[in-house]
């Protein structure tokens, strides 16, 4: 009866059992509570009538029993069984994977969500680039929530410059940036090709219109330590639409209060954080971070070789090392095409090894895949 009465009201037999474990834990912490105050209130007695050591040991018997209430409390849902309908209810509200609009081998890559992922390459190569063009691409899928890009290494402004410039994807001037930079300063396009003046502008409305004053695409400069910058993200997921996370980059993170020796030891504990926030909130966190100058060549990319982060392979999810082609390999001379090697090196839910060269316009910053040939007519 319950069932056919309390369904149209989104209630179900799942939801009251959960909501009763609640409220009987909710019972035992108020029990706990009063205990303990029962109990500092004797303590401040012992303390007043000189029997200092007494109140210290009651104070420190409580704790170990306030304690172990506490994990066994926590604990009884490891003897509960779970049951299909609860495997259901999960699943539906568990955050779908992300298209990142690239694809790999002719299949679409997917950001996993509730899981970190790494954007690796060596220094200069292009992380902030790449980690743009996903955030855009993202962002400009109406399926998708809003996208949060956080940069520790350019301000908020050049971040957006930047951003207009992929989106545009025109040959500006011989130097976009500087040129679209004049643009905002002066309010004149007299540095813009006179025949790419009238797209200029209708990307640029697009971009502020439809992307940024929506905020489907926001662009933050900050200098948090890594326990703020997490505090940052859990506040936006309680308070804000939130599709992915962009962390540029990795190696400027720093905690606040570091008690380890070891810098390596440092980021490890800062992406196992950063990992508990994205299985807590359910989102995807993107990370570009530096390889280390082990990297010479494309063969050298590896997940171990990332910049000070010793056993960071094992806590991402995805992790994706890229070559700028414009940069010679140890031995080797460069590439005289403008173009992005990418490889999966670890990948939890697609397996390692899927690789992908990529166009690259290093003028607007624009990544893309390469377009299919018509072999069809090559030969007619």
Same mark, same amino acid.
């Given at each position: ?11 179900n037999e799942t939801?009251l059992?959960e909501a009763i ?12 509570g009063e205990e ?5 209130d004797?303590a401040?007695s012992?303390?007043?009538?000189g029997?200092?050591?007494e109140?210290q040991e009651?104070?420190?018997?409580q704790?170990?029993?306030?304690n172990t209430g506490l994990?066994?409390?926590s604990? !009884?849902?490891?003897?509960k069984?779970?049951t #299909?309908?609860e495997v259901?209810? @999960?699943l539906k509200? *568990?955050?779908? %994977? ?7 081998k ?5 950001i996993?969500?509730g899981?970190?992922t ?7 190569h292009g992380?902030t680039?790449?980690?743009?063009n996903?955030a ?6 109406p399926k ?6 956080f ?6 402004e050049?971040?957006l410059?930047?951003a207009?410039?992929?989106?545009v994807?025109l040959?500006?001037s011989?130097?976009?940036r500087?040129?679209i930079e004049s ?5 004149k396009?007299?540095?813009?090709l006179a025949?790419?003046?009238?797209d200029?502008?209708?990307g640029k409305?697009s971009?502020?219109?439809e992307?940024?004053?929506t905020?489907r695409?926001?662009? !933050?400069?900050?200098?948090y330590?890594s326990? #703020?910058?997490i505090?940052?993200? @859990?506040?936006l997921? *309680?308070?804000? %639409?939130?599709?992915a996370?962009f962390i540029?980059y990795m ?8 008690r ?5 030891e440092?980021?490890?504990q800062i992406c ?7 299985v807590?909130?359910g989102?995807p966190?993107?990370?570009?971070a530096q390889?280390?100058r082990?990297v ?12 000070e982060?010793g056993?960071?392979?094992?806590i ?12 010679p390999?140890l031995?080797l001379s460069p590439s ?6 990418a490889?999966?090196?670890k990948g939890?839910?697609?397996g390692?090894?899927a690789?992908e060269t ?11 895949n390469?377009?299919?040939v018509?072999?069809s007519?090559?030969f007619s």
């Amino acid at each position: 009866a319950f069932q056919l009465m309390g369904e149209p009201l989104g209630i179900n037999e799942t939801s009251l059992h959960e909501a009763i474990d609640r409220l009987k834990y909710s019972q035992e912490k108020e029990k706990q509570g009063e205990e303990l105050r029962k109990t500092i209130d004797r303590a401040h007695s012992l303390v007043n009538s000189g029997r200092e050591e007494e109140a210290q040991e009651l104070l420190s018997k409580q704790s170990k029993q306030l304690n172990t209430g506490l994990l066994e409390n926590s604990y !009884h849902a490891l003897v509960k069984p779970i049951t #299909e309908g609860e495997v259901i209810e @999960r699943l539906k509200i *568990k955050p779908d %994977q992300i298209d990142s609009g690239l694809k790999l081998k002719g299949e679409s890559l997917f950001i996993p969500s509730g899981a970190i992922t790494i954007l690796a390459a060596p220094t200069s190569h292009g992380k902030t680039a790449f980690q743009i063009n996903l955030a855009l691409n993202m962002a400009s899928d109406p399926k998708n929530k809003p996208i949060y890009f956080f940069s520790y290494e350019e301000n908020k402004e050049a971040i957006l410059v930047k951003a207009l410039n992929t989106h545009v994807n025109l040959e500006l001037s011989k130097n976009n940036r500087r040129s679209i930079e004049s643009f905002f300063k002066t309010e004149k396009d007299e540095f813009i090709l006179a025949n790419n003046k009238k797209d200029f502008y209708r990307g640029k409305m697009s971009f502020f219109n439809e992307l940024v004053n929506t905020g489907r695409f926001n662009a !933050h400069y900050v200098d948090y330590t890594s326990e #703020e910058l997490i505090g940052a993200i @859990r506040y936006l997921h *309680k308070n804000a %639409q939130v599709g992915a996370v962009f962390i540029d980059y990795m190696q400027l993170l720093r905690l606040k209060d570091n008690r380890s020796n070891s810098r390596q030891e440092e980021l490890k504990q800062i992406c196992l954080d950063l990992k508990d926030c994205a299985v807590e909130t359910g989102l995807p966190i993107i990370l570009g971070a530096q390889f280390n100058r082990t990297v010479t060549t494309i063969a050298a990319m590896h997940s171990t070789a990332i910049g000070e982060a010793g056993d960071i392979e094992r806590i991402a999810n995805l992790i994706i090392g890229f070559w700028n082609k414009r940069f010679p390999e140890l031995g080797l001379s460069p590439s005289m095409s403008d173009e992005i090697y990418a490889t999966v090196l670890k990948g939890r839910d697609m397996g390692a090894g899927a690789s992908e060269t990529f166009d690259f316009k290093g003028n607007t910053g624009k990544i893309s895949n390469k377009a299919a040939v018509d072999t069809s007519k090559m030969f007619s």
